[in-house]
């Protein structure tokens, strides 16, 4: 069974593409946000603030792309993308404030 997850494309305020995704992104669906991701040229700030669930696939789709994406994320998955060291691959928002980390951030 297909898990819903929902994408939708905007631009933020500097006009830098921004790639919604509502629900859940598991191995049913990683296709979609690869899909998503690969046909947006460039940067691309991924906003996760309502993903409530994300496994090894969908970290492997964002790993994939970590040269050019940034994330925005909700507290709940905030842990896992820091213990998949993704955060120190990728600059991680949280939602509605500055980054709280960025890769060239580390000691």
């Not at 933020?12 to 040229?41: C, F, K, Q």
């Amino acid at each position: 069974m297909t898990t819903p997850l929902t994408l939708t494309r905007g631009r933020g305020t500097d006009g830098t593409p921004v790639l919604r995704a509502v629900g859940e992104i598991d191995m049913s669906n990683s296709d979609v946000l690869a899909a998503a991701l690969d046909d947006t040229p460039g940067r691309v700030v991924v906003d996760l603030t309502e993903v409530e669930y994300l496994d090894s696939a969908a970290l492997s789709v964002l790993f994939a792309r970590a040269v050019r994406v940034e994330l925005i994320a909700p507290p709940l998955l905030l842990p896992v993308l820091t213990v998949s060291g993704l955060a120190d691959l990728v600059p991680v928002r949280p939602e509605g404030g500055a980054p709280a980390h960025r890769p060239s951030d580390r000691p």
